[in-house]
């Protein structure tokens, strides 16, 4: 495999697991405009332990998807007490946060960045995105992305109906940084350094914009989303700042055209078909 | 003791611009429900295009009206993309929208004008009063008292014009609104207007006094608007200056204080305490935008 | 369970909002196993009286009893699990989710926990969770509409799959907020029939808010009237129905209460 498509298949690999991060959050009703920040989490704790602790790097990567986790877990609580717009903006300054205060840290190089120095490949890194497109797959598969989505519809009937909103709400929330600071760890590991720069909040509105575009009805949406966000600007072969203009601006006619995103329809598409019960008035629009 | 008074006054310089910004986001967010993301790119639209104009030795007054003329241009553009076009998905679509506008305004920037920080030349040469011991810069009053007019005057406007009157029933309740007969979609390109041009001229009135722009001020200034429009109170436009002074005073007193690295968690830190602990702002009202 | 205590019970339970008494001083108890009506004009505090009892709407004083034990103070999430079900006057599925998996979210308070929610309903094709879903809806005359996304389904058909929904946490008391309302009389007499079947088949208590009295005669012994938050009026139907309080609460003057049948046909 050439260097080139392996670099791009290592993006689109690790959007992937960008976009089960946001996805997760934004399928039970909340908008995490943080998740670069939990990102950032992940990258800089897996690169420690493999730099200082001769960990595995696919054990230091899992550890910081646990650590950006932990820290969400231990904040969503508090946050996830606004609702909307109000709870867009507390992971917005959320995220912001985690990025400033790790901007101060000198143990791991503070704004001069911190290099990394084991390095991993695509096929680790597609194994990674693999196992969490499967597992959320496998979620949704379960009553837990039946009670995700019901949260996300009506919180108060869901309420009434015996399901602990709040629970899976943090669940939702919590998973989802865990994912994203898989992601940072898969990034920071094969880009051999991580900035905190870089985990800001254009990172957090790009992952949301193509998660969105992709479709946040259906488990594939995300998936998607992250392809078109990775190899359509490849067809462009402009510059990134160009490329960053036309997937802007498909997003914006999009949204305008077709808000739900690009796939809609039933959550999660049958495994098992039985064709003698299909179904006559068919899927949604 | 008058380090401490200067910091004050620096804090209220800087504070207006955020001001200006925090109006321009109330707006949308009062009348509008809409936190419109693309506010801090329009910022940035006004602060580089004069950067640019002056570059190109315009005289500052007309650079920075074309800078406003543009970002007028750009604000109705936003608003057909994000209100007019729109057909009501989930309540977070024309927000996604406006931050796709920033990203959009960001890039191309940097694909004109490089991604580097750029300077203007100094256009107010000596131009600073002192009084008792402050060193009080005629520029940044001068834009103080502009935003001041200028929010005054919306304010006014909110209240004694026709067009206020309508603003303030659409931000109760659109339906009513459209049954009172007031022509919402004529209305409303003007909200999109006077935020952007606020927007704008808080970033012109930045680049021509601290004299430094790059494609990404909207992300480290404009945002803090964000803050400020939160700190002071969602869709009271008062509360957003008090918010604008309030985040300007924070931020000058944490550099002094804490230094520079800490600026953001104190700014942001603030912001995300008054979420959790008071939405509605210091002086905020939950719906309708108050003068 | 205890047959002489009632199911439900209020005792002189209050709600305000702001200075208006939306229910006062209210008091009545349903027996185990029977169809009780809740009537009245709108406004009346129908609607409340049902939040307060799911506890969506907290209790300004009084006491609402379950099988004679206090539940005023129970958050709602819990009332289901204590076997209170209702559904919605505005229906309320969820619109995401398909027909199936909106009855799925019934049986949730049946199969919550860690073993609940990783149940692979979605996934194992024999899935007996699943399987009793589907035979629900299949019951109801619905299977063939268990993949389609609810919204886009007729409001009659709506209504019945919420019903399936409802049935689906097998409750012991089943609060039905204007069950009939919007169904024509044959969709009205095949809900009342079902009503009448799973009340005795499965010993579900009932209690309706209804403006069809022909519906309420038929379906229900005992019918509680409100009028302004207090009770106005109690007992079975044909009694109802020549009160002069309960006429003039509804016209202000002479008229059957009869007559205000849902206008839906």
Same mark, same amino acid.
């Given at each position: 495999?050439?260097?080139?498509?392996?670099?791009?298949?290592?993006?689109?690999?690790?959007?992937?697991?960008?976009?089960?991060?946001?996805?997760?959050?934004?399928?039970?009703?909340?908008?995490?405009?943080?998740?670069?920040?939990?990102?950032?989490?992940?990258?800089?704790?897996?690169?420690?332990?493999?730099?200082?602790?001769?960990?595995?790097?696919?054990?230091?990567?899992?550890?910081?998807?646990?650590?950006?986790?932990?820290?969400?877990?231990?904040?969503?609580?508090?946050?996830?007490?606004?609702?909307?717009?109000?709870?867009?903006?507390?992971?917005?300054?959320?995220?912001?946060?985690?990025?400033?205060?790790?901007?101060?840290?000198?143990?791991?190089?503070?704004?001069?960045?911190?290099?990394?120095?084991?390095?991993?490949?695509?096929?680790?890194?597609?194994?990674?995105?693999?196992?969490?497109?499967?597992?959320?797959?496998?979620?949704?598969?379960?009553?837990?992305? +039946?009670?995700?989505?019901?949260?996300?519809?009506?919180?108060?009937?869901?309420?009434?109906?015996?399901?602990?909103?709040?629970?899976?709400?943090?669940?939702?929330?919590?998973?989802?940084?865990?994912?994203?600071?898989?992601?940072?760890?898969?990034?920071?590991?094969?880009?051999?350094?991580?900035?905190?720069?870089?985990?800001?909040?254009?990172?957090?509105?790009?992952?949301?914009?193509?998660?969105?575009?992709?479709?946040?009805?259906?488990?594939?949406?995300?998936?998607?989303?992250?392809?078109?966000?990775?190899?359509?600007?490849?067809?462009?072969?402009?510059?990134?700042?160009?490329?960053?203009?036309?997937?802007?601006?498909?997003? +914006?006619?999009?949204?305008?055209?077709?808000?739900?995103?690009?796939?809609?329809?039933?959550?999660?598409?049958?495994?098992?078909?039985?064709?003698?019960?299909?179904?006559?008035?068919?899927?949604?629009? | 003791?008058?380090?401490?008074?200067?910091?004050?006054?620096?804090?209220?310089?800087?504070?207006?611009?955020?001001?200006?910004?925090?109006?321009?986001?109330?707006?949308?967010?009062?009348?509008?429900?809409?936190?419109?993301?693309?506010?801090?790119?329009?910022?940035?639209?006004?602060?580089?295009? %004069?950067?640019?104009?002056?570059?190109?030795?315009?005289?500052?007054?007309?650079?920075?009206?074309?800078?406003?003329?543009?970002?007028?241009?750009?604000?109705?553009?936003?608003?057909?993309?994000?209100?007019?076009?729109?057909?009501?998905?989930?309540?977070?679509?024309?927000?996604?929208?406006?931050?796709?506008?920033?990203?959009?305004?960001?890039?191309?920037?940097?694909?004109?004008?490089?991604?580097?920080?750029?300077?203007?030349?100094?256009?107010?040469?000596?131009?600073?009063?002192?009084?008792?011991?402050?060193?009080?810069?005629?520029?940044?009053?001068?834009?103080?008292?502009?935003?001041?007019?200028?929010?005054?005057?919306?304010?006014?406007?909110?209240?004694?014009?026709?067009?206020?009157?309508?603003?303030?029933?659409?931000?109760?309740?659109?339906? %009513?609104?459209?049954?009172?007969?007031?022509?919402?979609?004529?209305?409303?390109?003007?909200?999109?207007?006077?935020?952007?041009?606020?927007?704008?001229?808080?970033?012109?009135?930045?680049?021509?006094?601290?004299?430094?722009?790059?494609?990404?001020?909207?992300?480290?200034?404009?945002?803090?608007?964000?803050?400020?429009?939160?700190?002071?109170?969602?869709?009271?436009?008062?509360?957003?200056?008090?918010?604008?002074?309030?985040?300007?005073?924070?931020?000058?007193?944490?550099?002094?204080?804490?230094?520079?690295?800490?600026?953001?968690?104190?700014?942001?830190?603030?912001?995300?305490?008054?979420?959790?602990?008071?939405?509605?702002?210091?002086?905020?009202?939950?719906?309708?935008?108050?003068? | 369970?205890?047959?002489?205590?009632?199911?439900?019970?209020?005792?002189?339970?209050?709600?305000?909002?702001?200075?208006?008494?939306?229910?006062?001083?209210?008091?009545?108890?349903?027996?185990?196993?029977?169809?009780?009506?809740?009537?009245?004009?709108?406004?009346?505090?129908?609607?409340?009286?049902?939040?307060?009892?799911?506890?969506?709407?907290?209790?300004?004083?009084?006491?609402?009893?379950?099988?004679?034990?206090?539940?005023?103070?129970?958050?709602?999430?819990?009332?289901?699990?204590?076997?209170?079900?209702?559904?919605?006057?505005?229906?309320?599925?969820?619109?995401?989710?398909?027909?199936?998996?909106?009855?799925?979210?019934?049986?949730?308070?049946?199969?919550?926990?860690?073993?609940?929610?990783?149940?692979?309903?979605?996934?194992?094709?024999?899935?007996?969770?699943?399987?009793?879903?589907?035979?629900?809806?299949?019951?109801?005359?619905?299977?063939?509409?268990?993949?389609?996304?609810?919204?886009?389904?007729?409001?009659?058909?709506?209504?019945?799959?919420?019903?399936? &929904?409802?049935?689906?946490?097998?409750?012991?008391?089943?609060?039905?907020?204007?069950?009939?309302?919007?169904?024509?009389?044959?969709?009205?007499?095949?809900?009342?029939?079902?009503?009448?079947?799973?009340?005795?088949?499965?010993?579900?208590?009932?209690?309706?808010?209804?403006?069809?009295?022909?519906?309420?005669?038929?379906?229900?012994?005992?019918?509680?009237?409100?009028?302004?938050? &207090?009770?106005?009026?109690?007992?079975?139907?044909?009694?109802?129905?020549?009160?002069?309080?309960?006429?003039?609460?509804?016209?202000?003057?002479?008229?059957?209460?009869?007559?205000?049948?849902?206008?839906?046909?």
């Amino acid at each position: 495999m050439s260097g080139y498509v392996e670099g791009i298949l290592v993006l689109l690999a690790i959007n992937v697991v960008f976009a089960y991060g946001a996805f997760l959050p934004i399928a039970a009703g909340q908008l995490n405009l943080g998740i670069a920040g939990f990102a950032a989490i992940g990258g800089y704790v897996s690169a420690f332990l493999s730099n200082n602790a001769a960990v595995p790097v696919p054990v230091a990567i899992l550890v910081g998807g646990l650590a950006a986790a932990m820290v969400a877990l231990a904040v969503a609580v508090p946050v996830l007490r606004t609702r909307g717009i109000y709870l867009a903006l507390a992971t917005f300054a959320l995220g912001e946060i985690v990025r400033a205060a790790i901007l101060n840290i000198e143990l791991v190089g503070g704004a001069a960045g911190y290099p990394v120095v084991a390095f991993i490949r695509f096929p680790t890194i597609a194994a990674f995105a693999a196992g969490v497109a499967v597992v959320v797959w496998l979620l949704f598969a379960t009553r837990f992305g +039946i009670a995700i989505t019901a949260v996300h519809d009506d919180e108060r009937v869901a309420d009434l109906m015996g399901l602990n909103v709040r629970a899976f709400q943090v669940a939702a929330f919590a998973l989802g940084a865990g994912f994203a600071g898989i992601g940072g760890g898969l990034y920071a590991h094969h880009f051999s350094y991580v900035e905190a720069q870089y985990f800001g909040i254009t990172l957090s509105i790009s992952i949301v914009l193509f998660v969105l575009f992709g479709g946040t009805q259906s488990v594939l949406g995300p998936l998607l989303g992250a392809t078109v966000f990775t190899l359509l600007p490849e067809l462009l072969r402009g510059s990134a700042q160009w490329r960053y203009v036309f997937f802007a601006s498909i997003v +914006i006619v999009v949204m305008v055209l077709r808000p739900q995103g690009l796939v809609t329809g039933v959550q999660m598409p049958r495994l098992f078909r039985d064709h003698r019960e299909r179904a006559r008035t068919g899927r949604a629009a | 003791m008058l380090i401490y008074f200067q910091q004050i006054v620096n804090g209220l310089m800087l504070g207006s611009i955020y001001a200006m910004v925090a109006v321009a986001l109330t707006l949308g967010m009062g009348i509008l429900r809409f936190l419109n993301f693309s506010i801090p790119g329009l910022f940035m639209i006004g602060g580089m295009l %004069t950067w640019a104009l002056v570059r190109d030795a315009v005289p500052w007054p007309l650079a920075a009206g074309a800078a406003l003329l543009m970002a007028a241009v750009a604000s109705l553009v936003v608003e057909l993309f994000t209100w007019r076009w729109m057909r009501k998905a989930d309540e977070f679509v024309p927000l996604v929208s406006s931050m796709a506008f920033l990203i959009l305004f960001e890039n191309l920037a940097v694909a004109y004008w490089g991604s580097d920080l750029q300077s203007l030349p100094q256009l107010f040469a000596g131009a600073d009063w002192r009084v008792a011991g402050l060193v009080i810069s005629v520029p940044q009053v001068a834009g103080l008292i502009l935003s001041i007019v200028l929010i005054a005057g919306l304010s006014l406007i909110l209240r004694k014009t026709r067009l206020g009157r309508a603003l303030r029933t659409i931000a109760e309740d659109a339906d %009513t609104a459209l049954l009172l007969g007031i022509p919402i979609h004529r209305i409303v390109p003007s909200v999109f207007l006077i935020s952007g041009i606020f927007a704008a001229l808080s970033g012109v009135l930045f680049a021509v006094n601290y004299r430094q722009v790059h494609p990404f001020m909207g992300e480290a200034l404009g945002l803090k608007g964000i803050s400020a429009m939160v700190v002071g109170g969602m869709g009271n436009i008062w509360g957003a200056i008090a918010g604008g002074l309030i985040i300007g005073c924070a931020e000058v007193m944490s550099i002094d204080l804490f230094g520079a690295d800490f600026v953001d968690i104190s700014v942001y830190g603030l912001l995300l305490l008054i979420l959790m602990v008071r939405p509605t702002g210091l002086f905020g009202a939950p719906a309708g935008a108050r003068a | 369970m205890n047959s002489t205590l009632p199911i439900l019970a209020l005792e002189n339970v209050s709600k305000r909002f702001g200075g208006l008494h939306v229910v006062d001083d209210l008091s009545f108890s349903l027996s185990g196993g029977t169809c009780s009506a809740l009537i009245g004009p709108n406004g009346a505090g129908k609607t409340t009286v049902f939040n307060l009892v799911t506890g969506v709407y907290s209790i300004d004083t009084g006491r609402v009893l379950l099988d004679g034990n206090d539940i005023s103070s129970m958050p709602s999430r819990q009332r289901i699990y204590h076997g209170i079900a209702r559904n919605f006057q505005n229906i309320r599925l969820m619109a995401h989710l398909s027909a199936l998996e909106n009855v799925l979210v019934g049986q949730h308070c049946r199969n919550s926990g860690w073993r609940g929610v990783l149940q692979p309903v979605n996934l194992v094709p024999r899935n007996r969770w699943r399987e009793e879903a589907r035979a629900a809806l299949a019951d109801a005359g619905l299977a063939q509409y268990e993949r389609a996304a609810v919204g886009g389904l007729p409001y009659g058909l709506q209504k019945r799959i919420e019903l399936v &929904r409802a049935l689906m946490a097998k409750p012991r008391l089943l609060l039905l907020d204007e069950p009939a309302a919007g169904l024509n009389p044959r969709e009205t007499e095949e809900l009342r029939e079902r009503l009448a079947v799973v009340g005795r088949e499965r010993g579900i208590s009932m209690l309706v808010v209804e403006h069809d009295m022909n519906f309420v005669g038929a379906l229900c012994a005992h019918v509680i009237v409100l009028n302004f938050g &207090r009770r106005i009026a109690e007992g079975t139907p044909d009694r109802i129905r020549d009160d002069p309080l309960v006429r003039e609460a509804y016209l202000g003057v002479q008229a059957e209460p009869r007559t205000l049948q849902s206008h839906a046909s």
